[in-house]
């Protein structure tokens, strides 16, 4: 796993972070947004965000709606990134609570241990969300979930392998992320599907011959990948939990040369995926809706503060995705989307 962010990255988080930092302790208020020229509005306060990691443009955009939602509402938001580490995210909770923060919103980087940095926010007052990765402890609370209905997009995964070797049968990896609560959810789902599959009388039996921590990342879906293809050569397709894992395993593939035996099915929808998909180097992926998920976040939020009751969880259902979709996705249509495809 990549722990620390390049100079850019790290560059960009202080920057978006300084105006909410130096807000006012007695009410958390910053120092005035981005109005694009009109009269400077009054600021109410402002929001903590610790993303999992920027490094993935998912929970960039994420973090981009939230912050243009926020600021339609009188908020600023501060932006962090855990880079998947959660001591980190405990120490930027601890942070955000010493800034006197109106709510915090987090990915969680471990599902189960962030629960006494999320008690101690409790503790301070001040309410947690999360999005995308589910809390799954008991040790702190928070008020409301958004995210993708992961179970059901790791079913829609299941779903296009059995379409994909439903009547051939073949061996299959998972590149998982054990740690994150959405990806056991996804990995899951799918694994469920596979298994009703191969439990009907007289099924071309579809053999997950290996389970191995991705973390989601790039340079560790390519790394597990080549252990995978290298233990089993009779190897037929992969589920990658995100775009980042399965575009890791399409690199090590393409360099064993096993890029035509090998099928991919990803999961998430970003750019990069999308791209893969109509490029042909990745088959389908059950994609998901960041904007929808930070917009809903802080929407939940407002209604949270004005005293309405708001749903413990607000899951958002995924779509599979194919080579058809992505020839009239207009997000794909523009030169820069083309001149990247595949990447």
């Not at 990134?81 to 909770?93: G, K, L, M, P």
């Not at 309410?127 to 040790?139: E, L, M, Q, R, W």
């Not at 958004?146 to 296009?160: F, I, K, W, Y």
């Not at 070797?165 to 990896?173: C, F, I, K, P, W």
Request: charged share 20%; hydrophobic share 40%.
């Amino acid at each position: 796993m990549v722990r620390t962010l390049s100079l850019l990255a790290a560059t960009t988080v202080c920057l978006i972070t300084v105006g909410c930092g130096d807000a006012p302790q007695t009410d958390g208020a910053g120092q005035g947004g981005n109005t694009d020229g009109q009269t400077s509005q009054e600021i109410k306060g402002c929001i903590g965000y610790s993303a999992l990691t920027l490094t993935n443009p998912f929970f960039k955009i994420i973090a981009d709606t939230m912050t243009e939602e926020a600021r339609e509402h009188g908020y600023e938001m501060s932006v962090v990134s855990a880079n998947q580490d959660v001591v980190r995210q405990s120490e930027q909770i601890d942070e955000f609570i010493v800034q006197g923060v109106a709510a915090i919103v987090l990915n969680p980087a471990d599902s189960a241990s962030i629960g006494q940095a999320i008690k101690k926010a409790n503790a301070a007052g001040i309410p947690v969300f999360t999005n995308d990765i589910k809390y799954a402890g008991d040790s702190g609370e928070v008020v409301c979930h958004v995210a993708t209905n992961n179970l059901q997009g790791g079913r829609l995964a299941g779903e296009a392998m059995v379409k994909l070797l439903g009547e051939s049968g073949g061996e299959v990896a998972v590149l998982d992320y054990p740690d994150v609560e959405s990806c056991h959810m996804r990995t899951r789902g799918f694994q469920e599907i596979v298994s009703g599959h191969n439990a009907q009388e007289g099924a071309a039996q579809i053999n997950v011959v290996k389970v191995l921590n991705g973390e989601g990342a790039r340079e560790v879906g390519y790394t597990v990948t080549q252990d995978i293809i290298t233990a089993h050569p009779e190897l037929m397709a992969i589920f990658a939990i995100n775009d980042p894992s399965a575009l890791g395993a399409r690199a090590a593939l393409e360099e064993a040369g096993l890029q035509d035996q090998v099928t991919i099915i990803g999961f998430d929808g970003e750019l990069a995926g999308k791209q893969a998909i109509l490029a042909g180097k990745i088959l389908c992926d059950p994609i998901q809706f960041p904007k929808k998920m930070g917009r809903r976040t802080i929407e939940l939020m407002m209604q949270h503060f004005d005293g309405e009751e708001v749903p413990d969880e607000e899951l958002i259902p995924s779509q599979l995705y194919y080579k058809a979709d992505a020839e009239q996705d207009p997000e794909l249509q523009t030169d820069n989307a083309q001149s990247g495809a595949g990447a």
